[in-house]
């Protein structure tokens, strides 16, 4: 998914009940490509902390097959604070 079809590891800050409304407000459908897509843009960063992705991105995430949107979405929506991975 990165650059050359390289891996792409993206960092994310747990999903909060804000993200989810601001989402809704953009796709009332929480199953849709967009609503997932608004979540994922909003919280994958890189791992210096800038945004991974911007609106610039979303119709080439749309276009991502749905096991690989659902793979990360899921990765995304049920993150660990990095604390927690720290503790390990």
């Not at 601001?22 to 979540?39: C, L, Y």
């Not at 919280?43 to 949107?69: H, I, Q, W, Y």
């Amino acid at each position: 998914m990165g650059e050359g079809g390289d891996s792409l590891l993206l960092y994310t800050t747990p999903v909060s009940m804000g993200d989810i409304d601001r989402a809704k407000r953009k796709n009332s459908d929480m199953t849709s490509g967009d609503f997932m897509v608004e979540i994922i843009i909003t919280k994958c960063e890189t791992e210096g902390g800038e945004k991974a992705f911007s609106l610039a991105d979303k119709p080439g995430l749309l276009r991502l097959p749905v096991n690989t949107m659902l793979s990360i979405f899921n990765q995304v929506f049920s993150s660990t604070p990095i604390e927690e991975h720290e503790k390990n």
